[in-house]
C-alpha cells in the first residue's frame, strides 16, 4: 500500500513518528502496511532514505562497544527499530492509563512474530523468599526478547510498575521497609523519599509485573539507580530492538544483624524503628547481574556478574 506523504517525511530521515496525539496516525498506517506487506513496507523505506547508511538508522545497534547489527536482518531491524520507538515513550503512557500505544506495540510485535522474526521468551523467577517474602534470582532458560514468556504472565503481557499494595499484601514485610525516610550513605542527609523501592528483576519495560512479589526486591533507591544505569538500560536498548539476551540476577547473602545494627536496635526507642532494622537485616547484601546478547555468530558478554550494593543503613530509621 503507498505511504503518505507524512510517514514519508520521517522515514526519508532514517526516523519514525513521534508519539504525539497527531504522530499517532501515521503509526497506524505504518504498522497496517507493515501487516499487510512487511517485505515491501521495508524496501520502500530503505529506498526513501536516498542513500542514507541504512546501517547508520534501524540498522545499527552498538551497546557497551559491542556492534549486535549482524544478528538481524532488515526486516528484523527494521520492526525491531519501530517497537524501540514506540517502546522509548511507553512509561509516559504507562502511567496515564492510555493503553492505545500498548494496542501498536502488540500490533508491531504480532508482525514480528508471523514473520519469525523474534523468538518468544523464555523466563525463570526464582520462588519467593521465605524471610522477606519477594524475589530471589532471575535466569533465562532459553532467551529473552521483546515476545513475552507466555508460561510467565501471558504471551500479549505488558509490564507494569511496582503495585505497592499488591506486593504489601503478599509480602507483608514490605509495608515495613518502605517507612524508612531516604538517608544519604555518605552524609546522612535525609530526604523526603522512601529508602527502599521496589527494584524489577525482570524490569517492566521488558515485560516483568510489579504486582508479581518473585519479580521484585527491596532495594535502596539509590542502588536502583545504578542498575537501571549500570545495566538495564543495556538491556532494554538490546530487547526492544529485537536482539536475543540472556540475562540472570542472583542475590548475595543477606546483610545480616552487623554489629552496627545491633547498636542501632539497641537505640530505638519505638517498635516500629525496631521492625524496620529487624526486617533489614533480611536483605540481600547485592543483586549480581550479568547480560549477554547474540551478536549473529556468539553471545557476547555485555556485563558479567555485575554487582551493586544494596544501601542499608545501619542506623535508627527516621519515619516518614
Known amino acids: 500500500m503507498p505511504l503518505s506523504d507524512a510517514l514519508k517525511?520521517?522515514?526519508r530521515k532514517g526516523a519514525f513518528p513521534l508519539k504525539s496525539e497527531g504522530d499517532l496516525a501515521l503509526w497506524r498506517e505504518l504498522i497496517t502496511a507493515m501487516e499487510t506487506n512487511l517485505p515491501g513496507?521495508?524496501?520502500?523505506?530503505?529506498?526513501?532514505?536516498?542513500?542514507l547508511d541504512y546501517s547508520d538508522h534501524w540498522g545499527r545497534i552498538i551497546v557497551n562497544g559491542t556492534d549486535f547489527s549482524a544478528s538481524l536482518d532488515e526486516g528484523s531491524a527494521f520492526v525491531g527499530a519501530a517497537h524501540s520507538a514506540l517502546m522509548s515513550n511507553f512509561d509516559t503512557y504507562n502511567r496515564k492509563g492510555d493503553t492505545r500505544v500498548q494496542g501498536l506495540v502488540q500490533r508491531l510485535r504480532n508482525v514480528a512474530?508471523?514473520?519469525?522474526?523474534?523468538?518468544?521468551?523464555?523466563?525463570?523467577?526464582?520462588?519467593a523468599s521465605p524471610s522477606?517474602?519477594?524475589?530471589?534470582?532471575?535466569?533465562?532458560?532459553?532467551?529473552?526478547?521483546?515476545?513475552?514468556?507466555?508460561?510467565?504472565?501471558?504471551a500479549s503481557a505488558f509490564g507494569?510498575?511496582?503495585?505497592?499494595?499488591?506486593?504489601?499484601?503478599?509480602?507483608?514485610?514490605?509495608?515495613?521497609?518502605?517507612?524508612?525516610?531516604?538517608?544519604?550513605?555518605?552524609?546522612?542527609a535525609l530526604g523526603k523519599k522512601t529508602h527502599y523501592v521496589l527494584a524489577h528483576l525482570l524490569n517492566h519495560q521488558v515485560n516483568g509485573s510489579g504486582a508479581d512479589p518473585?519479580?521484585?526486591?527491596?532495594?535502596s533507591a539509590d542502588a536502583n539507580t545504578r542498575m537501571a544505569r549500570e545495566v538495564e538500560g543495556f538491556l532494554k536498548e538490546l530487547v526492544q530492538n529485537?536482539?536475543?539476551?540472556?540475562?540472570?540476577?542472583?542475590?548475595?547473602?543477606?546483610?545480616?544483624?552487623?554489629?552496627?545494627?545491633?547498636?542501632?536496635?539497641?537505640?530505638?526507642?519505638?517498635?516500629?524503628?525496631?521492625e524496620i532494622v529487624e526486617a533489614e537485616a533480611l536483605l540481600p547484601s547485592a543483586l549480581i547481574l550479568s547480560l549477554e546478547g547474540h551478536d549473529g555468530t556468539d553471545w557476547v558478554s555485555v556485563v558479567n556478574c555485575h554487582r551493586v550494593e544494596n544501601q542499608v543503613p545501619e542506623t535508627v530509621p527516621t519515619i516518614r
Not at 513496507?41 to 542513500?51: H, I, K, S
Open 242 to 274: 529485537g536482539i536475543r539476551v540472556r540475562y540472570t540476577i542472583t542475590m548475595d547473602a543477606p546483610v545480616g544483624m552487623t554489629p552496627g545494627r545491633k547498636a542501632a536496635l539497641q537505640n530505638c526507642t519505638t517498635d516500629e524503628e525496631r
Open 132 to 154: 522477606h517474602g519477594m524475589g530471589t534470582a532471575l535466569s533465562t532458560p532459553g532467551a529473552l526478547t521483546y515476545l513475552p514468556d507466555p508460561k510467565l504472565y501471558g
Open 113 to 127: 512474530q508471523a514473520n519469525g522474526l523474534v523468538d518468544q521468551s523464555h523466563v525463570t523467577l526464582g520462588a
Open 214 to 219: 518473585r519479580n521484585v526486591v527491596p532495594f
Open 9 to 11: 517525511r520521517y522515514l
Open 160 to 188: 507494569s510498575q511496582p503495585d505497592q499494595s499488591e506486593i504489601e499484601r503478599l509480602a507483608p514485610l514490605w509495608g515495613v521497609l518502605k517507612k524508612r525516610c531516604h538517608e544519604n550513605m555518605h552524609t546522612g
Open 41 to 51: 513496507t521495508t524496501a520502500e523505506a530503505n529506498a526513501l532514505m536516498m542513500g
